[in-house]
T-cell receptor, first 115, second 111 residues
Framework: DGGITQSPKYLFRKEGQNVTLSCEQN?????MYWYRQDPGQGLRLIYY???????QKGDIAEGYSVSREKKESFPLTVTSAQKNPTAFYLC??????????????FGDGTRLSIL | QKEVEQNSGPLSVPEGAIASLNCTYS??????FFWYRQYSGKSPELIMS????GDKEDGRFTAQLNKASQYVSLLIRDSQPSDSATYLC???????????FGTGTRLTIIP
């Protein structure tokens, strides 16, 4: 079955530690996205990529980094510079359409907490 | 000013009634509109897309778009307890795959 796989489901970070969240898709989508969701709030865009080896900052990129070495993979690193990392992290993907914006499809998410 | 606004709720609707969820947006260049359903603790699930003015129906769901008034709505007919969730409105511009999300409306269906 095609889909988006995020791992791990739960992750704990120690002070001063970098952690990497995995996102893999087998939908053959060109575009991939990372969002952060805090309790009772909407989704905020961290980074996105529409093509391999290229990515752009979203609205809240500070303290995060990404790479896009393969079409299928878009890992997110939460660095020690991100002082409030506790949140629900969602990865999404979409096709890149010609005529109008395309819907995004989401993985199951990773919950990150500070130890 | 928020780019995509939704009433946060909670919106309580009796089982079997019609639930009406509304969303307004500020960017007149917006071309694509989506409704997502998010159960507590889960990821968003796409339930409707709409691109043209008017109504689009899919089963018990109807999306309505009025670009002149800059609003999009979602109607859920014959509401079921399983419809209890947070509904997110998302908007994008032509040629731009980025989505801007509202903060969501929490819907509770009362048996």
């Amino acid at each position: 079955d095609g889909g988006i796989t995020q791992s791990p489901k739960y992750l704990f970070r120690k002070e001063g530690q970098n952690v990497t969240l995995s996102c893999e898709q087998n939908l053959n989508h060109d575009a991939m996205y990372w969002y952060r969701q805090d309790p009772g709030q909407g989704l905020r865009l961290i980074y996105y990529s529409q093509i391999v080896n290229d990515f752009q900052k979203g609205d809240i990129a500070e303290g995060y980094s990404v790479s896009r070495e393969k079409k299928e993979s878009f890992p997110l690193t939460v660095t020690s510079a991100q002082k409030n990392p506790t949140a629900f992290y969602l990865c999404a993907s979409s096709i890149v359409g010609d005529s109008h914006g395309q819907p995004q499809h989401f993985g199951d998410g990773t919950r990150l907490s500070i130890l | 000013q928020k780019e995509v606004e939704q009433n946060s709720g909670p919106l309580s609707v009796p089982e079997g009634a019609i639930a009406s969820l509304n969303c307004t947006y500020s960017d007149r260049g917006s071309q694509s509109f989506f409704w997502y359903r998010q159960y507590s603790g889960k990821s968003p699930e796409l339930i409707m897309s709409i691109y043209s003015n008017g109504d689009k129906e899919d089963g018990r769901f109807t999306a309505q778009l009025n670009k002149a008034s800059q609003y999009v709505s979602l109607l859920i007919r014959d509401s079921q307890p399983s419809d209890s969730a947070t509904y997110l409105c998302a908007v994008s511009n032509f040629g731009n795959e980025k989505l801007t999300f509202g903060t969501g409306t929490r819907l509770t269906i009362i048996p």
